[in-house]
């Protein structure tokens, strides 16, 4: 029984897979069983990301924490629960990163989901997916249809094993001046998560060096195969940190109490003998 995160957002440009990359590593780094499954079978960043990784690993030699990966293929609901069975077993966490528009396979993750993680700019073009504002006061006036879609997925959820969706929105290339719109979305947010029941953390910057990673699967836990660090390595590292903390992940223990928990549930009582 691992701990699903799914990062789920149905727009693009949100640094969605980048998080989701980097939050998979930083797990696997701590010395956990990590597996990772890209639902965007057409632009299979996450793929192609952990891809790149497995190269540079062969290439150069290095000891890097590697995730199980694998791309569905957008299609076949068989392939689709096959891979989640796989992928789950003998696995702590299972991260999965989802496209950015309306996906039928994307809502079954978020319902299967125990950390949900909506990326999201800085922008009330991004703030449109999860509300509406008020043009001239910049209040919320209501929810909007996504996070109508969380609410229910939510209560699915409930329903079918008592459990809750932990609902994370990171804000993700926060400009480090503060600016008027920054606090107008900031705001917001505040006054949405009240009414549907998210939380709000920090994400990661605007910063060049997690582009420029991709191409060998870098990441910003890899500092011995990055080599020297300038200072927008450091706080690249720092803010990631802060990211990890803030997402509350139960660590190994929790996660290995709760399976031990779920198979006493399951297997059949032991009979009294002296009876």
């Known amino acids: 029984m691992p701990h699903v995160i799914v990062f789920a957002n149905e727009k693009g440009g949100t640094g ?25 079978h057409r632009q299979r960043t996450v793929g192609r990301y952990l891809d790149n990784r497995a190269q540079t690993i062969r290439s150069k030699g290095l000891d890097l924490p590697m995730p199980r990966h694998a791309t569905h293929d957008g ?26 528009r309306d996906d039928y396979f994307a809502r079954t993750a978020a319902t299967l989901s125990n950390t949900l993680v909506t990326p999201m700019n800085d922008s009330f073009v991004d703030f449109d997916l999860i509300g509406q504002v008020d043009p001239d006061t910049y209040q919320v006036t209501r929810p909007s249809f996504y996070s109508e879609l969380i609410w229910d997925a939510r209560k699915q959820r409930a329903r079918a094993d008592g459990t809750t969706i932990d609902w994370v929105v990171l804000r993700n290339r926060l400009q480090h001046i503060e600016a008027r719109n920054m ?29 420029e990673m991709f191409p060998q ?15 927008g390595h450091v706080a690249a590292r720092q803010e990631l940190r802060e990211m990890m903390a803030a997402l509350q992940l139960p660590d190994l223990g929790e996660i290995t109490a709760r399976a031990q928990s779920a198979e006493m549930a399951e297997s059949p009582g032991v009979p009294d003998v002296a009876a």
């Open 16 to 40: 969605k897979s980048t998080t989701a990359v980097h939050v998979a590593i930083a797990l696997a780094a701590k010395g956990a069983r990590v597996s990772c499954l890209d639902l965007d």
């Open 183 to 211: 606090r107008r979305v900031s705001d917001a947010l505040a006054q949405l998560a009240k009414r549907v029941g998210f939380r709000i953390i920090p994400g990661l910057g605007e910063r060049v060096i997690y582009r």
């Open 75 to 100: 299609e076949s609901e068989d392939f689709f629960e096959a891979t989640w069975r796989e992928l789950e077993r003998d696995c702590d966490y299972l991260v999965v990163d989802t496209p950015g």
């Open 217 to 231: 699967g870098l990441t910003m836990i890899d500092a011995k195969a990055i080599g020297s660090m300038g200072i």
